[in-house]
């Protein structure tokens, strides 16, 4: 299980072996590129795009290795915390199973300990950090942020051919998933998740390939890196 100590150590291996590389080129200076942070909507293949980035990039990808920082930092069980990830779940449902657990931990310790979790990972830089409003916790100067859309009828047709389940379904649980993460930007982080300002780049799968969003989001990185950080 990963930890917070873990994700910054890997981080800090491919640093030292970046500054290695560049003991041959001594006009060079290293440097830490900053990160990237992609929101995505259920069913518009936001994972992909993330996974590739991190592929052409070089870059930490981090999903579900958040999860289990948090878990490790805060010492609580993985079901508790999935209670919180990118979910507003009520306050008796959370209690009630802090009490079976012997453990009551509350919204506000997540929230804690995953802008702790960004905030070191954000300090040595090139991860492509995936949802849990990074963007919102980096903020526009310090990151670059992605977010990765569909048309409900694209993302219905995604869903029910992944999970092998009806439009109808499908298209319910899209449904059900915006509200919750609507809420759980809202109640977090007091914004609302298609406040188009929050993000450097947004960006529609119904006509493009995951390759395609790809170029196009290392293009956007690539200006705005030079034209905050001069690099």
Same mark, same amino acid.
């Given at each position: ?10 981080? =800090?291996?491919?640093? @030292? ?21 992609? $929101? ?9 795009? +993330?996974?590739?980035?991190?592929? =052409? ?26 209670? %919180? ?7 008796? @449902?959370?209690? %009630? ?40 916790? #980096?903020?526009?100067? *310090?990151? %670059?942020? =992605?977010?990765?859309?569909? $048309? ?8 029910? @051919?992944?999970?092998?389940? !009806?439009?109808? *379904?499908?298209? *319910?649980?899209?449904?059900? !998933?915006?509200?919750?993460? +609507?809420?759980? %930007?809202? *109640? !977090?982080?007091? #914004? ?17 390939? #995951?390759?395609?969003?790809? @170029?196009?989001?290392?293009? +956007? ?11």
């Amino acid at each position: 299980m990963a930890s917070i100590e873990a994700i910054i150590e890997r981080q =800090l291996k491919r640093w @030292e072996l970046q500054q290695q590389m560049l003991k041959e080129k001594p006009k060079e200076k290293p440097r830490l590129r900053p990160i990237i942070t992609v $929101s995505r909507g259920y069913g518009a293949h936001g994972e992909e795009v +993330a996974r590739k980035l991190s592929e =052409l990039t070089g870059f930490q990808l981090l999903d579900r290795e958040i999860l289990d920082a948090i878990i490790n930092d805060i010492g609580i069980q993985n079901k508790m915390v999935e209670l %919180f990830d990118e979910d507003t779940r009520s306050e008796l @449902e959370s209690w %009630f199973y802090g009490m079976i657990t012997g453990r009551i931990v509350d919204k506000s310790d997540y929230l804690k300990s995953l802008t702790k979790t960004i905030g070191s990972i954000l300090k040595y830089g090139e991860a492509v950090i995936v949802g849990r409003g990074a963007n919102v916790i #980096v903020g526009q100067d *310090k990151g %670059f942020h =992605l977010r990765v859309t569909a $048309s409900m009828k694209r993302r219905a047709n995604t869903i029910a @051919e992944r999970l092998g389940i !009806s439009y109808e *379904k499908a298209f *319910k649980q899209i449904e059900e !998933s915006d509200k919750r993460k +609507a809420a759980y %930007f809202k *109640k !977090s982080f007091g #914004v609302d998740i298609n406040d188009l300002t929050l993000y450097d780049l947004v960006i529609s799968t119904d006509s493009l390939s #995951v390759d395609d969003v790809v @170029e196009l989001a290392l293009l +956007a990185y690539g200006k705005k890196e030079r034209a905050l950080w001069g690099k």
